[in-house]
Structure formats: structure tokens, C-alpha cells
């Protein structure tokens, strides 16, 4: 047999194990992922380790996206950055690296097959840990990476994902060889195709860092008011460069990520604490009222008072919104 058709065969087998390996371990993660959950809702099962059911579809849902690994057994999902859509389903995954509000919503569901999904929180010092003893360095010229991004889940991901999910139905061995998981899953997303977007959750150089200082100040300072001028002055940027920069990694500038922070904790104010629109608006930082209720509607399709009853008669009939 010609050594060209030896090869050829050699290399379908291998595919063939491949396909057949991803689908088992696909079978698996939804079979592990299902016993957690018997109906929909969340679990962390192992800190850290985030699951999900929902049995259908769900209406656009606002939150805010920690860093993350996050991973689809069963279904699909869009995540919406600013004007970015990001589709991921079990043949991908998502990279989350900063803390973001975003918009999101289930597509693909069913009560036969509910989507079920996998999300593994990101420590930066544990990303850092890994860089240094991997000896992963940052690319150079790689000062513009978006901070959330979608890639193919190849099979040592997948593989490392099931082993973690295994450990569920073992907490003594978790408590051990969790940590150990996470390290291999993040060594393996560092040498994948967004390895350099990950790199930056623990840089301490480069814009993307002075970014993620400014994220973190307008989210715990939301409610106040937000000067571009001072900002960039803090971070030693001109304020041309914050602006061009805080885009590039958050799709948003400044004062629309603001916005979204405020609006969505207005939200969350009048559903859980039954505040008026009139006081969430003043609580999270806006002097006028209508202007609230403008910017209100434009971002969650309703004003205040219907959006919050239309949400209130969706939990009473279907548990929460997702």
C-alpha cells in the first residue's frame, strides 16, 4: 500500500477518535452538568465553577460579565459588548478578561434539550502565577485587545473542562485537585488563540492595565460624576489616548459604560427594593428625572414602571428571568 494512502488512513482514524472523543466528553458534561441542576436556575457546585440551566429561549438579559471561561455543553447563547455580538454554542467558548456590562440571551433551548453551560471564574493572580512559571510572555504590540472574545474549544480544553466537572461528585478531591485543573485550563487558554487577550488580565504595564484601573473606579464610583479630564490625568494619558483606548477594550467609552453601570442598578433597585423610578434615578446618580426615564427606555426597550411590572409578571410565572 502506498506510504501516501498509509498516511491518509492514519490521519482519518485519528480524526474519527477525535470526533468520536469530543462527543463523548460533550455527553458527559451535559449528563455531570444535568445531575447539578433538575430544573433551571444556577449552581457553584466548586468555588469558582458556575453552572447554568434555562429550558428555552430568553428575552435580552443585563448584567455584568466578571472574567471568565465560559463553555456550552448543551444549546446556544449571544453576548452583546456595546455594538459587538459574540455567538458561542459546545463547539466554542468565550473569554471574558474584564469586568463589563453586557447584554446576553439565550437562543438555542428546549425543555428535551435545555441549554446548560460551564463558566470558571478568572483570579488574576492565579493567570499571573501561570504566566511566570509557563514563561508566557505578552506579544509585543498587542496595546488594543477587545476584552471579550469567542474561539474554537479544542479537545485539550474540553477535556480539562470535564475532568474539572468531574470533581463535583468528589469534594475532598476538590478541594486538591481543582486548583490544579483551573492552572492546566488556564496554561491552555494562554497558549490558545487568545492567549494575548489573557495575558492582560495580569500585565501591570500597557494601556490595557491603566483600562482596567478605570473600570474599576467608574464601577465602584457609578454614582458620581465622571470627569474624562481627571481620569486620564490619573492614569498619565492624554485624554484623546483614554478614549481611544477604553473603546478598544470595552467597545464603550467612558460615559456610556457609566451608564449602562447606572442603569442597570437602577433596575435592580426598583425590582428587589421597590424603589420608585424617581429615587433609583437619584440614588445611582442622576439629577433629572426624565432624563433618567429617557435613557431608561433606550437601553431596556420600556419606561421604568412598565419594564419593571413586565419583569415582575415574568418571575411570578416562570421562577426569575435569566
Excluded: W
Excluded at 22 to 39: D, H, K, M, P, T
Aim: hydrophobic fraction near 40%; include cysteine; charged fraction near 25%.
Amino acid at each position: 500500500m502506498p506510504s501516501q494512502t498509509v498516511r491518509g488512513l492514519s490521519i482519518a482514524l485519528e480524526t474519527e477518535r477525535e470526533a468520536y472523543q469530543r462527543q463523548a466528553n460533550i455527553e458527559e458534561l451535559i449528563e455531570r452538568i444535568g445531575a447539578v441542576l433538575s430544573q433551571d436556575g444556577g449552581a457553584e457546585p466548586i468555588p469558582g465553577l458556575r453552572l447554568h440551566r434555562v429550558s428555552r429561549p430568553t428575552q435580552l438579559h443585563h448584567g455584568v460579565y466578571e472574567p471568565s471561561f465560559c463553555v456550552i455543553a448543551q444549546g446556544s447563547k449571544e453576548v452583546f459588548l456595546g455594538r459587538d455580538r459574540y455567538r458561542y454554542d459546545p463547539a466554542h467558548y468565550l473569554l471574558a478578561t474584564l469586568e463589563l456590562p453586557v447584554r446576553s440571551h439565550v437562543t438555542t433551548a428546549s425543555p428535551e434539550k435545555p441549554y446548560l453551560s460551564f463558566s470558571l471564574r478568572l483570579d488574576p493572580a492565579v493567570v499571573s502565577s501561570v504566566m511566570v512559571e509557563s514563561g508566557t510572555l505578552i506579544p509585543r504590540g498587542s496595546t488594543e485587545v477587545r476584552a471579550m472574545d469567542v474561539s474554537r474549544l479544542d479537545e485539550g480544553l474540553l477535556d480539562a473542562v470535564v475532568r474539572l466537572a468531574r470533581l463535583i461528585d468528589s469534594p475532598a478531591d476538590a478541594d486538591f485537585l481543582a486548583p490544579l485543573i483551573t492552572r492546566e485550563i488556564v496554561y491552555r487558554l494562554l497558549k490558545g488563540q487568545q492567549g494575548a487577550r489573557l495575558c492582560y488580565i495580569a500585565t501591570r504595564d500597557g494601556h490595557v492595565h491603566r483600562i482596567a484601573r478605570a473600570i474599576e473606579k467608574i464601577r465602584h464610583q457609578f454614582d458620581q460624576p465622571f470627569s474624562a479630564e481627571s481620569m486620564a490625568q490619573e492614569l498619565g494619558m492624554s485624554v484623546s489616548s483614554f478614549y481611544r483606548h477604553f473603546k478598544a477594550v470595552t467597545a464603550m467609552t467612558p460615559l456610556q459604560f457609566q451608564k449602562q453601570l447606572r442603569l442597570q442598578e437602577a433596575r435592580r433597585l426598583m425590582l428587589s427594593e421597590n424603589l420608585d423610578a424617581t429615587s433609583a434615578a437619584f440614588r445611582v446618580g442622576y439629577s433629572d428625572a426624565s432624563h433618567f426615564n429617557r435613557e431608561y427606555k433606550r437601553l431596556f426597550g420600556l419606561p421604568p414602571f412598565r419594564d419593571i411590572e413586565r419583569l415582575k409578571k415574568a418571575a411570578r410565572s416562570d421562577s426569575a428571568p435569566f
